[in-house]
Nanobody
Framework: QVQLVESGGGLVQAGGSLRLSCAASASGRTFSSYTMAWFRQAPGKEREFVAVISGSGGSSYYGDSVKGRFTISRDNAKNTVYLQMSSLKPDDTAIYYC????????????????????WGQGTQVTVSS
């Protein structure tokens, strides 16, 4: 079982930056045994894959809409995963969710919601034009 708590959301102007954090509390397994991901959901839209990172932090993948602007990272000593967001656009406005899958390596279906076992409550990011 793992509990996820996101933080760092807020209001930012277009072109600005923001860093999200997701703190995990895991029982029975070490944090590094979980693949971690970020998804986002804008009003009226489906939840969209943003980024994923392997248990070691050595591998990561990004959604096409954020590639080159967002960076996912993790600190296994702090049980925390981060999402550094730069060059933000109004289209990035959404609730951002942290998700965990109890596998060390990134699965082939990493972009699908169903691939993840645990979810946080989300943090709102609003980008003004």
């Amino acid at each position: 079982q793992v509990q996820l708590v996101e933080s760092g959301g807020g209001l930012v102007q277009a072109g600005g930056s923001l860093r999200l954090s997701c703190a995990a509390s895991a029982s029975g397994r070490t944090f590094s045994s979980y693949t971690m991901a970020w998804f986002r959901q804008a009003p009226g839209k489906e939840r969209e894959f943003v980024a994923v990172i392997s248990g070691s932090g050595g591998s990561s993948y990004y959604g096409d809409s954020v590639k080159g602007r967002f960076t996912i990272s993790r600190d296994n000593a702090k049980n925390t995963v981060y999402l550094q967001m730069s060059s933000l656009k109004p289209d990035d406005t959404a609730i951002y969710y942290c998700a965990a899958r109890n596998t060390y390596y990134i699965s082939t279906n990493y972009g699908m919601k169903a691939a993840y076992n645990y979810w946080g409550q989300g943090t709102q990011v609003t980008v003004s034009s």
